[in-house]
């Protein structure tokens, strides 16, 4: 684990429950973080180089696989300092999360359906072959659309059913699942299991080259905060653990090699704080991360069209103008509103890329423009802040 090897460093200052919360440019470089302390106060961290690692995003959305903590904050600093930004029309939505009221949505590996596992309707009917020639086993993004649609033809759930494998086999094969929906319930082997699709995914985020650079010098980025083109429109599974390992060791190479250029003509690292208290306050941003993540579920999320983002857009364009003003004032905010400044950071961002993007493609499907357009959309695009 990082914190069992970054612990026995003695150079290594951690601080718990902290939360990063701004880039430091100076000069056009980035030259440290502002992070917000559990104890309220806005403390700055000056580095030669900065590595962004946030992951990702997916609490953006109303339904998703990942923590609470994914909320995208990498991009939201990485944008607002004004890094370039790509790729963000492209979200992958795992097709198969436990749906159980009151419970997380454990994702359900494809696996599952690799040793056998259906999807069926509420009828017990199996229907992907109905949706798409591969059935069962096509890609994450066609699997995903096709429940939803089986699923509002029925007007009832959808569910996983693995009743013709061993029951033993399949609580020895899958004993995490199988404890997740034991939590919930269920017995995976012999239930039928309630499932939908959730975020699970952004194959976009801060653009890199492949040692970790971003558009800003000085700062870097790696894992799933980052754009580094490997996943293109639609991710294959556990190539982000791989992207990870590959780009987090690319960039700690790069970042050690420009470290020995940039001490040259910066200061020497160090903390800086100041009280939050005492920092001009302002009132809560009037926005609610719920309603927020229900309108991307609902406009930016699996089926998407020029109406619904552009629904979406006239909510996220004024509270992200609000948002950018007060900042700009240098006020303070809660750990509570620096979780929505991300989400309304992003999910803009997200809803922006998708307007632009006038194909289908990967994960990014536009009802109204339901082909893949190799000639006008072959291409990556990119956002900077104006």
């Known amino acids: 684990m990082l914190w069992t090897r970054a612990s026995l460093l003695s150079r290594v200052t951690t601080h718990d429950h902290a939360r990063a919360v701004d880039l430091v440019i ?43 903590v994914a909320t995208g904050d990498g991009i939201a600093m990485a944008y ?7 790729d963000l029309e492209f979200v992958q939505f795992h097709p198969t999360a436990l749906m159980v009221p009151g419970q997380p949505r454990f994702l ?21 072959e109905q949706y798409d020639p591969a059935g069962d086993l096509a890609p994450r993004d066609r699997v995903s659309r096709a429940i939803v649609r089986e699923s509002r033809r029925t007007g009832r759930p959808v569910f996983l059913s693995l009743d013709r494998l061993d029951p033993d086999f399949v609580h020895e094969r899958f004993p995490l699942i199988s404890d997740a929906c034991r939590r919930a319930g ?30 800003i010098p000085g700062l870097f980025a790696a894992g799933e905060v980052a754009c580094t083109g490997v996943h293109g429109a639609n991710r294959l599974a556990s190539n982000s653990l791989l992207e990870g390992l590959v780009f987090g060791a690319r960039a700690g190479c ?11 003509v910066r200061r020497e690292s160090g903390l800086e704080t100041r009280d939050a208290a005492r ?80 194909e289908s493609r990967g994960g990014h499907y536009r009802s109204d423009f339901p082909d893949r357009d190799d000639v006008h959309w072959k291409r990556r695009i990119s956002e900077s802040r104006e």
């Open 108 to 128: 359900l590996s494809e696996a599952l359906r690799g040793e056998g596992a259906r999807l069926v309707n509420a009828d017990g009917e199996a229907f992907m």
């Open 26 to 68: 100076e000069d056009g470089r980035c030259v440290g973080a502002r992070f917000l302390g559990a104890d309220g106060v806005v403390a700055v961290a000056r580095a030669t180089c900065v590595l962004l690692a946030t992951g990702g995003a997916g609490q953006v959305y109303h339904e998703t696989t990942n923590p609470h």
């Open 186 to 215: 269920l017995d995976l082997a012999r239930d039928q299991i309630p499932v939908g699709p959730a975020a699970h995914y952004v194959m976009g985020g801060v653009q890199t080259d492949l040692d970790g650079r971003t558009s």
């Open 80 to 86: 607002r300092a004004g890094a370039a930004v790509t």
């Open 279 to 358: 920092s001009p306050r302002i009132e809560r941003l009037n926005v609610s991360t719920a309603e927020l993540s229900r309108l991307m579920w609902q406009d930016v999320g699996l089926f998407r069209d020029r109406d619904g983002l552009s629904r979406a857009l006239a909510v996220f364009e004024p509270a992200w103008r609000d948002l950018d003003a007060r900042l700009r004032d240098g006020p303070s905010l809660d750990a509570a509103d620096w979780r929505t400044a991300s989400i309304v950071t992003v999910g803009r961002l997200i809803a922006r890329a998708a307007l632009r993007r006038e």
């Open 254 to 264: 790069a970042m050690r090699e420009d470290a020995v250029l940039a001490r040259k």
